[in-house]
Nanobody, 119 residues
């Protein structure tokens, strides 16, 4: 059994910052690429940022320069530092991880954490 547990969401004023965490636990051999997504009301789930096992990163244009993705492989934890938040960043944020269990790799999702940015 593998679980991804997110934390760190909440209510913040525009211009503020939040740091999301996503901790993996369970029967894990290794974790490959990880990423953060978000889904606003009435919107499709949007890919925000990805990070490889070697910590190479990529960002969506909408968050580039404001958000920073990072990971601690020893703690099996993914982070998203969000700065200069805007009301349009309001959404449920999800982490995703590609986890090797034995010979196979599976994609797992966190339960989501709400981020609300007030103007």
């Amino acid at each position: 059994q593998v679980q991804l547990v997110e934390s760190g969401g909440g209510l913040v004023q525009a211009g503020g910052s939040l740091r999301l965490s996503c901790a993996a636990s369970g029967s894990i051999f290794s974790i490959n690429a990880m990423g953060w997504f978000r889904q606003g009301p009435g919107s499709k789930r949007e890919l925000l940022a990805t990070i490889t096992s070697g910590s190479s990163t990529n960002y969506a244009d909408s968050v580039k320069g404001r958000f920073t993705i990072s990971r601690d492989n020893a703690k099996m934890t993914l982070y998203l530092q969000m700065n200069s938040l805007k009301p349009e960043d309001t959404a449920v944020y999800y982490c995703n991880a590609n986890i090797r269990r034995g010979r196979d790799v599976y994609s797992y999702w966190g339960q989501g954490t709400q981020v609300t940015v007030s103007s």
